[in-house]
């Protein structure tokens, strides 16, 4: 994680006596994160629109100190929203507590925003140009990335979801309400592509797109046949499937057929699975 970089990089710098710019609690930096609230609101008003809400993601916080400073003095009544992941909420928790302090985090896909401690300048910044701040959940950051991914052909990072994550996970419907020109910073697309295939899987499961389920008892091996046909009949895709004919030979009568398929929504989901029932009342229908 960024503490345990940023622990060594400091040990470095006291062993070798070298200088040590820091990654967020800086006036410098936080000055040229502030480019980017330049280029929100040059963008924003080549389309001919004022922006009401600005949401981005907070780890140590120069980020959405920069883009806050920027864009207050062009426009202070933007409201801005800061979105921590709920594993790392150390802006969060500093504001209850009253001052930055290191707290107990859990291990988030958002790691680039996974700082302990927030910066004790950007707390200051933060605490007088931030309006809300809101947490959004892994299963919900996972959401908002295959969103992204599927909907805008945007590959993004954990970190750089989070933004998109609130405003798809309804937390922040009362607050913004209709008709409101909202800018969502999505910042970094260093993900691994392993761990993004994990990710999009994971979220494809949650949303009831991608369903492991298993089918158990007196199976022939035309039961394969039925399951696929009604399967594919429903317009839904088979991603895995295999059986354990090939080890449970002793046992005629306790095979199993583990299915992974691809739906649409949840109703074509349900639709497959009570005609599965339907269709053998030997079968045992295990959803996994």
Not at 20 to 39: A, K, M, R, S, W
Not at 42 to 67: F, K, R, T
Not at 173 to 191: A, F, P, Q, R
Request: hydrophobic share 40%; glycine share 8%.
């Amino acid at each position: 994680m960024f503490d345990d970089a940023m622990a060594e990089a400091i040990r470095i710098e006291k062993e070798e006596g070298l200088t040590l710019v820091h990654p967020y609690d800086d006036n410098f930096v936080v000055n040229g994160q502030g480019t980017i609230g330049l280029e929100i609101y040059e963008q924003m008003q080549a389309l001919g629109n004022d922006i009401d809400y600005c949401l981005v993601p907070i780890g140590g916080g120069d980020l959405l100190s920069g883009i806050s400073t920027y864009l207050k003095c062009k426009n202070p009544n933007i409201k801005f929203i800061g979105v921590e992941a709920e594993n790392v909420d150390s802006f969060k928790q500093a504001l209850k507590n009253g001052k930055p302090f290191k707290i107990q985090a859990k291990s988030s896909i958002a790691d680039g925003i996974a700082v302990k401690q927030t910066g004790e300048l950007t707390f200051k910044i933060l605490k007088n140009n931030v309006d809300e701040v809101v947490t959004v959940s892994e299963e919900e950051i996972s959401q908002a990335m295959l969103f992204l991914l599927e909907k805008c052909k945007v590959v993004t990072e954990g970190s750089g979801a989070v933004s998109v994550a609130a405003i798809l996970s309804g937390k922040l419907d009362k607050i913004i309400g209709k008709g409101k020109n909202v800018v969502c910073l999505i910042s970094g697309g260093n993900v691994d592509i392993t761990t993004l295939g994990t990710i999009i899987n994971s979220a494809l499961i949650s949303s009831h797109r991608r369903v492991p389920f298993s089918v158990n008892g007196k199976i022939s091996n035309n039961t394969i046949n039925e399951i696929v046909n009604i399967i594919t009949k429903n317009g839904a895709s088979i991603y895995k499937i295999h059986s354990s004919f090939d080890r449970n030979k002793l046992d005629i009568s306790n095979f199993s057929i583990f299915v992974v398929m691809d739906t649409s929504d949840e109703y074509q989901k349900n639709k497959i699975f009570n005609e599965i029932r339907q269709s053998n009342s030997n079968f045992t229908l295990l959803i996994k």
